[in-house]
């Protein structure tokens, strides 16, 4: 009778930990919230507000503005969107309604490796291929510039679009396309004129993501943009060198003394960042909860 | 608009489709490419680099030669240390979601932490790292710190892969084994993980294999520019692949290609690698399959 007490008394207690462990997900982005505060407000009253919300970053002369650097994620993300948005939903498309299998069995698992490829390894291949590519063929000064950052943040959106795109494509209900086939419509004309507007929620979730996923890269983006913090002006901005928010914290955070003015303003960008990607991720989700599956949206 | 649809198409619509199948042919192959170009590519720029004392080597000449045994030892270490810290928790927090949750505020609240901490930058988690374990908790810059950091940074992936193979498995195993009088618990862990091990593992690996390549998380909490030998304790800063990547080919001058590209393909190996482990446990898994 007593291992039977045992028993039980250790079941509840296994139960007890599995179900912390569930709720540890609200503790890591209260603590991740609680830590930025902390370091990043300060900047509020360390650093001149005037300077923080001005248009010139030149941190050994106590200037912070963070428009130059808002603006230079600003125009890398657009740019990347520009390229990886047809792309994506091209290949989505091509995968979940037009591929045959064995298409499909090549062009999934690629997609996948690319979800993997590290964004330094991407980085590295900008600087020494990319970049010398680029520069005569746009007839630059230099290749390093907001829009060879913006074809690598591209390559390394696509696999979100593609596999929530594709997602949505597949919830589509196949009934749908059997009356709009039956009324003599093309695969084609079925496509844009059903599955296409059926999905478009989904689309539109691949897309916030993948806006998502391209203002947090770093290392990719920090290797080939540059290292301009000047406020992109214009159209051909796109072609001049830039500097990220996430950039910035990742280049200057090892040089900066701990509770300097610096350092704050840095933490401060990164609340930016963090509010950021919380809205992204919040409109993202609440646009269509129900339908895909999470797996999917978090492992790409 | 109405005139329009129901005249005659300028062009037929048989044309349309093949037309915009091309399109959609060529669009996939341009996303394609570059990936199976990059990877090519690398490996026959590295390859000529690979030799034993590459591998094995410590860097020499300030980097500019000899090997990246310290950056290769570090990542095994990292990637180990983030497993340590999310697998344990990732897969319970999984085990929660799906069979204990209830349908309530909470569990809503917990869905929506867990999107985020997918949705957050790395480098934001690297400042976060840098905030609470290297300098409020006193672990400096240290093996630990990074682990933690990348540990929590993968643990959205873990979490919902864990939940979703466990929700692929047929509702009547748990009614059967209940009903047999075993516990939850024990329902659980006889008959709902062993059937979803394959898919857990293969989430697990793939989560594994991004935080590898991380460079931005350990940036401020863990790693060094330069360390001639191996770390011995997890308080130990040590070197990493991605890391040591960036270092060589932006802050180093005079650094020659061919190491460069060695170094890149050994972490690109390393990767692949866990990526095709992780390919194959899925196929396995989806043939062997009996329900």
């Known amino acids: ?300 | 608009m109405e005139s329009r649809r129901f005249s005659r198409p300028l062009i037929p619509p048989p044309v349309q489709q093949t037309l915009g199948f091309w399109l959609m042919r060529i669009i996939s192959l341009v996303t394609v490419l570059p990936i199976v170009a990059v990877i090519l590519y690398i490996i026959v720029r590295g390859l000529p680099a690979i030799h034993w004392e590459f591998l094995v080597g410590y860097p020499r000449e300030g980097m500019r030669a000899g090997g990246i045994l310290p950056a290769i030892v570090g990542t095994f270490y990292l990637t180990l240390g983030t497993a340590v810290v999310a697998v344990p928790l990732g897969v319970s927090a999984g085990v929660y979601m799906a069979e204990y949750a209830p349908d309530n505020r909470w569990t809503r609240l917990i869905r929506i932490a867990i999107i985020n901490l997918a949705g957050i930058p790395s480098v934001v988690y690297g400042l976060f790292g840098l905030g609470l374990f290297v300098l409020f908790l006193g672990f400096g810059t240290s093996i630990l710190a990074s682990s933690l950091t990348l540990g929590i940074m993968t643990l959205p992936v873990i979490i919902s892969t864990t939940e979703e193979a466990l929700r692929a498995v047929p509702y009547s195993f748990r009614v059967v084994s209940i009903s047999l009088g075993a516990t939850r618990w024990e329902t659980i862990w006889r008959i709902v993980l062993p059937q979803s091990l394959p898919g857990i593992l293969t989430g697990v690996i793939l989560g594994l294999e991004r935080a590898a390549g991380e460079t931005a998380p350990i940036l401020f909490t863990g790693v060094a520019f330069f360390l001639p030998r191996l770390p011995t304790s997890p308080l130990d800063a040590t070197m990493a692949l991605p890391y040591h990547i960036f270092v060589i080919s932006t802050q180093v001058p005079g650094m020659p290609v061919q190491i460069q590209y060695g170094t890149v393909l050994v972490l690109l190996a390393f990767v692949l690698t866990m990526n095709l482990i992780a390919t194959l446990i899925r196929q396995r898994a989806r043939a062997r399959r009996q329900w």
């Open chain 1, 1 to 300: 009778m007593q291992s039977r007490a045992i028993y039980i008394y250790q079941e509840r207690v296994i139960n007890l930990i599995i179900k912390l462990s569930g709720y540890s997900s609200i503790l890591f982005v209260t603590l991740i919230l609680l830590f930025l505060a902390r370091e990043g407000l300060p900047a509020l009253s360390k650093a001149e507000i005037s300077s923080l919300f001005g248009t010139r970053w030149y941190p050994i002369e106590g200037l912070y503005g963070i428009w130059p650097l808002l603006g230079g994620t600003l125009i890398v993300t657009i740019g990347a969107m520009l390229i990886s948005l047809p792309l994506g939903i091209g290949t989505a498309i091509y995968i979940s309604e037009v591929a045959p299998p064995w298409v499909n069995n090549l062009l999934k698992p690629l997609i996948e490796v690319l979800a993997g490829l590290p964004s330094v390894v991407l980085g590295f291949l900008g600087i020494q291929v990319l970049a010398p590519f680029l520069r005569p063929f746009l007839n630059l000064p230099t290749g390093l510039t907001a829009f060879t950052g913006s074809v690598l943040l591209a390559m390394i959106s696509i696999p979100t679009i593609v596999s929530i795109a594709e997602d949505a494509f597949n919830t589509v209900p196949p009934s749908y396309r059997q009356a709009a086939l039956a009324l003599g419509a093309t695969r084609w004309q079925t496509i844009w004129g059903i599955t296409l507007p059926a999905a478009r929620s989904g689309v539109l979730t691949a897309l916030m993501l993948g806006v998502g996923r391209a203002i947090g890269e770093t290392m990719a983006v920090m290797m080939v943009t540059g290292n301009a913090p000047v406020l992109p002006q214009g159209l051909n901005a796109l072609f001049m060198p830039v500097r990220t928010m996430t950039a910035t914290i990742a280049s200057e955070m090892g040089e900066v003394a701990t509770g300097s003015p610096h350092y704050h303003v840095l933490f401060f960008i990164g609340v930016v960042l963090f509010v950021l990607s919380l809205g992204v991720n919040i409109a993202a989700s609440s646009v269509s909860m129900k339908t895909r599956k999470r797996s999917e949206r978090v492992l790409s």
